[in-house]
């Protein structure tokens, strides 16, 4: 580590300032201290680290530490993402985890091919579709379907970690574990963020009795700073580590997953044994569409991201934002409806193709997308958006949806020394999941309420109704930008289904406003999904407020926490970029 140590001190050698950092930093700064406060130096100065052979961007030192750790060792992109998730479980649970799903898309620097991995959450097999309605048909209200058991799908966490491991790993797989073992045993310390949290969901927290103990224990939500230990995870992770993740999906684990989801007080849920051991990833090929004469590539059906950005992007590529500017309104009126039309199509024909048909080509198709985009021409917002008619070689007619996702997950962003370039977006949905925690010490996901709620509507079906086995509608967006078919960008963010328009804002940050991925990032946020603009507080996007509503869109301000973690390859070599909104940093040699 003294080498890395080296490097990214020269990468922040421009920076004088120095800073305290946070305590639950300072835990990992104990072990590589000067490389963590570097970090922490670049990020507060809204500059990017850069470096030379390999980086990792994710939300939380510990665990961009041990992804570090492996890189430094020569590992892969895939090694590092297993370690620095095994970790994220721990010290960012409420965000994502081994009861959890994600998405990964992987840029492999021999073939030159890249391939996502599904490792999404799948219904029971004994749910219907009115697993969320009442027994008059109504939808549930939101948090009482999402808190306890009903909520809960199989997780594909565990069983993406060892498919990505399968394909690119060059570590040992039981060395992946060793800082997530060491953290659980002897404690980690707790974030401001995580603490935040805690006391804000504390009552939901507080009804099961072991998330209970865990998050509140003698009643009292933990402290930033606090240090905590979970000694039921260590025992899970030491499993998974000599045995495999067949140890997850079977035996005393998968007994304990099964006997929390069917036993939960007030709200249980229908998985079984069988559903944990049928479970398998899926790979599938990515999807991509053209912006500037790049391919941005990501993740296909059950996810919405890349099908929903490609189309924002696919329809601004006749617009010049770059001579347009990031403080013209007219630049956001563009990008606010091309948002609305894309989110029209994603509530119609976007959710898990293996179930329903859907016109995945005919989405990002450059001649549907120029058509759609002569609706922008202006000069005022549209008055109403509809789906559009893309290629359908199929009769079927859906019905738009209404499903409802709020933020939180996290993303991994990752390059290693091969050149190979990993992008996650991993979760377990809401934050803190079902609020059920398993004995095995991990939160299990409520994933199933990114289904709608509603089968149908006015007699039509509606794509992302619940079906047992399916993977529900996901907005997670883990991208790579290509040109040339070589990576320019890895960029993911949580954020429910505003992530889509985090990550299509990087990208035209970065693309058409030449701006480095930090600032990119760190750009603040104006997001249109339904027709309401959504602006982000006390930043200067506040000053487009007053235009935009004189062009005709309601205004809303609000935060908007994203968690963006982004790096770009460039002739020079790597430079990385940290969300502010939250606690990551970047880590580069
Ligand atoms: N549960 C967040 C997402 O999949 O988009």
């Not at 939901?204 to 930033?224: H, V």
């Not at 059906?301 to 500017?325: C, E, F, K, N, R």
Request: charged share 15%; aromatic share 6%.
């Amino acid at each position: 580590m003294a080498h890395l140590h080296q490097k990214i001190l020269r990468a922040a050698s421009a920076i004088v300032i120095s800073i305290s950092l946070p305590a639950y930093a300072q835990q990992a700064a104990d072990a590589v201290a000067p490389e963590i406060t570097s970090a922490y130096e670049a990020k507060s100065q809204g500059m990017t680290v850069t470096s030379k052979n390999w980086m990792i961007s994710a939300a939380n030192p510990l665990a961009v530490q041990a992804g570090a750790k492996i890189l430094a060792a020569g590992g892969s992109a895939a090694d590092a993402m297993v370690a620095t998730q095994v970790v994220l479980g721990l010290v960012e649970p409420q965000s994502s985890g081994i009861g959890g799903g994600a998405f990964l898309v992987w840029y492999d620097s021999v073939s030159g091919n890249l391939t996502t991995i599904d490792g999404r959450e799948t219904a029971p097999m004994n749910v219907t579709p009115r697993l969320f309605q009442d027994e008059n048909g109504e939808p549930l209200k939101f948090f009482d379907a999402v808190v306890g058991g009903l909520s809960v799908g199989t997780p594909g966490t565990p069983a993406l970690m060892a498919k990505a491991h399968e394909l690119w790993g060059n570590t040992n797989w039981d060395q992946l574990f060793a800082d997530g073992i060491t953290l659980a045993d002897d404690g980690f310390v707790v974030s401001p963020r995580l603490a935040t949290l805690v006391a804000s969901d504390a009552e939901r927290l507080s009804r099961f009795q072991p998330t209970a103990d865990y998050f509140l224990p003698g009643g009292t939500p933990i402290a930033a700073g606090d240090t905590l230990k979970n000694p039921a995870y260590a025992e899970t992770l030491r499993q998974i580590a000599i045995d495999g993740v067949a140890s997850f999906y079977s035996g005393a684990t998968a007994e304990g997953i099964v006997d929390t989801v069917q036993n939960a007080p007030g709200n249980p849920g229908v998985l079984e044994m069988q559903d944990l051991a049928v479970y398998q990833v899926k790979i599938r090929d990515a999807v991509c569409a053209v912006y500037r004469a790049h391919d941005v590539c990501g993740m296909g059906p059950p996810s919405s991201g890349a099908l929903t950005v490609g189309q924002i992007l696919g329809m601004l590529d006749s617009y010049d934002l770059s001579g347009l500017g990031a403080e013209n309104p007219e630049a956001w009126r563009l990008i606010g409806d091309a948002s609305r039309l894309a989110f029209a199509d994603r509530g119609r024909y976007m959710a898990d193709s293996d179930y329903v048909p859907m016109p995945t080509k005919g989405l990002v198709d450059p001649s549907y997308l120029a058509e759609r985009a002569k609706l922008l021409a202006g000069p005022n917002a549209l008055e109403s958006v509809s789906a559009g008619t893309p290629t359908f070689d199929h009769a079927m007619l859906f019905a738009d949806d209404e499903s409802i996702e709020l933020p939180s997950t996290s993303h991994i962003s990752i390059v290693d020394a091969q050149g190979n370039a990993l992008s996650m977006t991993t979760t377990i949905e809401n934050g803190f999941g079902s609020r059920l925690m398993a004995p095995g010490g991990f939160l299990l996901n409520n994933e199933l309420t990114d289904f709608s709620f509603r089968s149908h509507r006015d007699g039509f079906a509606i794509a992302n109704r619940v079906e047992p086995g399916k993977r529900p509608r996901s907005s997670m967006s883990p991208t790579i930008v290509l040109k040339d078919g070589k990576p320019v960008l890895v960029v993911g963010s949580p954020g429910g289904s505003r992530i889509i328009g985090y990550v299509a804002k990087t990208i035209i940050g970065y693309m058409d406003w030449g701006l480095n991925i930090q600032s990119a990032i760190n750009l603040p946020h104006l997001v249109n999904r339904f027709g309401t603009y959504d602006v982000e507080n006390g930043t200067t996007a506040m000053a487009l407020e007053a235009p935009l509503q004189a062009f005709g869109f309601k205004t809303n301000a609000r935060s908007l926490t994203s968690g963006i973690h982004a790096i770009a390859i460039t002739s020079d070599g790597l430079e990385g970029g940290a969300d502010p909104r939250r606690e990551g940093i970047v880590l580069g040699e």
